[in-house]
């Protein structure tokens, strides 16, 4: 049924990280305004550095330095997460699958800024898919085997 096999994924690992990151360098212009949100948030804090504003993680924010070539600051910004499981088919006596609808699920910093985080990162990825696409709702098959005690979960196809 419904219930156990959605029992049965959140026991797994099914659930995906969103990490975002973006430039610590604030270099004005466009951007300007969501470096000063989070700086006026108290998430970050930038300093004078040549034409640039060097911004740095505050002790309060969630947010950690990493670098890729450039200096860059690194959020997570949630998971997408199994949400329902919409159907359910046996296959055969000792075979099933799933149907579930998969949705990101924001953390709490990441949603109070969202606008902000999504500018900079859109605007300071490389190769990295955009934000939306990565927090799109989707749905993927699970499959199930029944052994001797009981049904357990086998991966997505």
Not at 13 to 22: D, G, K, L, M, S
Not at 75 to 82: E, M, N, W
Not at 142 to 156: E, K, P, S
Request: with cysteine.
């Amino acid at each position: 049924d419904r219930r156990t096999a959605m029992r049965l994924i959140q026991g797994t690992q099914a659930a995906t990280p969103v990490v975002i990151n973006f430039i610590a360098a604030d270099g004005g212009g466009e951007l300007r305004p969501a470096y000063q949100e989070l700086e006026n948030a108290g998430i970050i804090k930038c300093h004078p550095e040549g034409p640039f504003r060097m911004c740095v993680s505050s002790n309060a924010s969630l947010i950690r330095v990493v670098t890729f070539g450039e200096i860059r600051l690194q959020l997570s910004a949630g998971t997408v997460a199994p949400a329902a499981v919409t159907g359910v088919a046996q296959m055969g006596p000792d075979s099933a699958t799933a149907d579930v609808q998969f949705s990101f699920q924001a953390a709490p910093l990441y949603a109070q800024h969202q606008a902000a985080f999504n500018r900079l990162y859109d605007a300071s990825r490389s190769s990295y898919l955009p934000i939306s696409e990565r927090t799109q709702p989707e749905a993927r098959r699970a499959v199930f085997q029944r052994y001797d005690d009981g049904w357990r979960f086998q991966g997505f196809q």
